[in-house]
């Protein structure tokens, strides 16, 4: 063999060497980072488990001036103010990742992870909500946060809490918290039953707030404006609790809900582009999507197929194959804005990757005007915008904080920027954190490991200083649904079912069910809860054949087993298919008979219902009070 084909084969090997250097990217590895980041976003009382060391207890006043306790949550980017709307978006897609691809963090060692970051927020979204039409939905304000630079666990600026109420509506905020809690409901069905029924009870009640009392939040909380302003309106995030309430319930009246006002709330009508903390209805026409490839569409079949266009539009222009596609950069990431575009990758990128399997699941392609796409042609989509993400773009750089060995240094981020509280505990003064820390030069003391910060410009141009907070400020909302599709990616190529046998929207049937006794939030640490002295048992007490169907009777006997009378009864009942007797509907609700106004202590009531199912309803008492 001569020398100059010994040479053209070692370049040819190099080569090879370079092209896998460039596309392997370690998506386990990624993905245990893009978690950790949660923890660095934390309020409150941090735990004992806490990973990010540099981190300490912050916000532990939050909500005091106004009577009731918000310590906890997150704080939504580099800022040190606690925004609800974003972090509801990210508590909901986060668990829209667990509940695709929980499988693959579990077999990753993540879910726990995972599970702990929704907790995080799920446990502060329940404080925010004390009464059913009262939602606290922020803390402190950008104003007075954006004048100074300090770190979370000394700052100095204000912490007022703001509200939305009947008389001051936000069906926006309402409706994404509704969804949050809904989506969350299913995270711990299994794991934390009681857990799961409470997140669920508020996530009913606040949807009907979010419903009966309409309105902008960013109208009720007006320092909002500036900064997550709800510009699509609330139509969207209606139809986006319903839908994951539906998921969580496999209640009629929310898929009833979407199809009767799919047409008129937008669902059907607007051609997305986009899917975000603001915008969505790409995400709606998605789940309605799966719904319909599901067989569940029903009554509502003709308009659920007109969503699922919409979901099929947004997916094409992912791939420039549709009339209207969304702009990419010469180097391949889509690009929408020059203000945090990486939300928008990485929220697109989970959607694709969630469709691909829903329509491998359902054995077709995707139906596009610019010819058909496959599955795995979309799920490529998906991963090479992941793939920029962590470094395959014209810059070679990777926009995860701590991923590779070229990324950004300079983050606009108060915490990361500041030496951490815990190595020096020296006061830093509003205004002198901005001459001390945010205008030096040098790499952020701590690293903050995971964050996906806002990304290139239009094209591929990257400036890694803390100044430039359009691309170098990471946000909880961009990291949400890159847990999804990371977790996704590391399964390589192969189609996962993800539509059969569907969603089990409730654990196995059981005789007794517990509900948890409403009570106002303690000032002080919550002892172990008591069992519920309202008791719920069922028995079946005919079933009969007819037109080759069968149909069974169930007797259900509620028991007052306190020492006071029930005065106040909510009955929540889902996985019904037919005729119910002996309580009155209320809404979405059950509650006590026409003849019946209250239950004394030591008594029953029994009410019967008929349904085409071997296995029991679902009831539980989701509110009572006792007197």
């Keep these: 063999m001569g020398s100059t084909t010994t040479i053209s084969i070692l370049v040819l090997l190099l080569l090879g060497l370079v092209q896998l250097a460039v596309s392997g990217h370690d998506y386990k590895q990624a993905l245990s980072k893009s978690i950790l980041f949660f923890e660095a976003q934390r309020s409150g009382h941090l735990p004992p488990n806490q990973r990010v060391s540099w981190r300490s207890h912050s916000g532990l006043y939050d909500g005091k001036s106004s009577g009731v306790d918000l310590v906890g949550g997150y704080y939504d980017a580099g800022d040190n103010v606690k925004f609800g709307l974003p972090m509801a978006f990210t508590v909901t897609t986060m668990c829209w990742s667990i509940i695709e691809y929980g499988g693959q963090l579990k077999s990753n060692g993540e879910l726990g992870h995972a599970i702990d970051a929704v907790k995080w927020g799920t446990d502060y979204f329940i404080k925010t909500h004390p009464e059913p039409n009262v939602l606290y939905g922020e803390v402190g304000d950008g104003k007075s946060d954006h004048y100074c630079w300090q770190r979370p666990e000394e700052m100095t600026t204000d912490r007022k809490a703001y509200k939305i109420d009947r008389n001051n509506p936000g069906s926006d905020l309402a409706g994404e918290t ?13 794991s934390d039953p009681s857990y799961s029924a409470e997140l669920l009870r508020h996530a009913h009640q606040l949807f009907e707030f979010a419903d009966k009392y309409r309105g902008k939040y960013d109208s009720s909380i007006t320092v909002a404006q500036k900064y997550y302003r709800s510009v699509s309106g609330y139509n969207d995030e209606l139809l986006w609790a319903a839908a994951w309430l539906y998921q969580a319930t496999n209640d009629k009246y929310y898929l009833d809900y979407l199809g009767k006002n799919g047409d008129s709330m937008g669902g059907t ?7 975000g903390w603001d915008v969505k209805y790409a995400g709606v026409q998605t789940l309605v999507a799966k719904v319909l490839m599901q067989g569940k569409g029903g009554e509502h079949t003709a308009v659920f197929e007109r969503y699922q266009q919409k979901a099929e539009q947004f997916m094409c222009s992912l791939l420039g194959k549709s009339t209207k596609n969304i702009k990419k950069t010469p180097g391949g990431l889509i690009f929408r804005q020059s203000w945090n575009n990486m939300q928008f990758v990485t ?10 399997d829903y329509l491998s699941s359902s054995k077709r392609d995707l139906r596009c005007s610019q010819g058909n796409i496959s599955p795995s042609q979309l799920l490529d989509f998906s991963k090479s915008q992941v793939d920029y993400i962590l470094g395959d773009n014209p810059r070679a750089t990777s926009y995860m904080v701590g991923y590779g060995e070229n990324y950004p240094r300079q983050v606009h981020h108060r915490g990361s920027s500041i ?12 205004r002198g954190g901005y001459a001390t820390w945010f205008s030096r030069k040098g790499s952020d003391p701590n ?25 170098t400020e990471p946000a909880t909302y961009n990291n949400a649904p890159l847990l999804g599709v990371l977790a996704r990616l590391i399964s390589g190529p192969t189609g996962f ?5 569907g969603v089990s929207p409730t654990p196995s049937p059981v005789i007794i069910k517990l509900a948890p006794v409403p009570k106002k939030k303690p000032t002080t640490p919550p002892v172990a809860s008591s069992p519920s002295p309202i008791t719920i048992s069922q028995k079946m007490t005919l079933s009969w054949k007819n037109e080759g169907k069968v149909y069974y009777r169930y007797s259900t006997r509620l028991t007052n087993r306190s020492t006071k009378t029930l005065k106040i009864l909510k009955i929540s009942i889902t996985k019904l298919y037919g005729p119910i007797w002996g309580v009155t509907k209320t809404g979405t609700s059950f509650t006590f008979p026409s003849w019946m106004q209250s239950l004394p202590a030591g008594k029953s009531m029994e009410f019967v219902y008929i349904h085409s199912a071997a296995s029991p309803a679902d009831v539980l008492v989701s509110n009572y009070s006792l007197e």
Excluded: H
Excluded at 178 to 190: E, K, L, N, P, Q
Excluded at 269 to 275: I, L, P, R
């Design 269 to 275: 009508g607007w051609s997305m582009t986009e899917f």
């Design 447 to 471: 690293v903050l490991t995971g964050a996906i910060v806002g990304g290139p410009d239009a094209y591929d141009n990257f400036a890694d200083q803390r100044d430039n907070y359009e691309q």
């Design 419 to 430: 030496v951490s509280f815990n190595v020096d505990q020296k006061f830093v003064t509003c």
């Design 178 to 190: 509704a969804a949050a809690m809904a989506a969350a409901s299913i995270v711990f069905r299994r």
């Design 347 to 356: 929220s697109a990128s989970f959607l694709a990757a969630v469709y691909s």
């Design 497 to 501: 079912d993800q539509l059969l046998p």
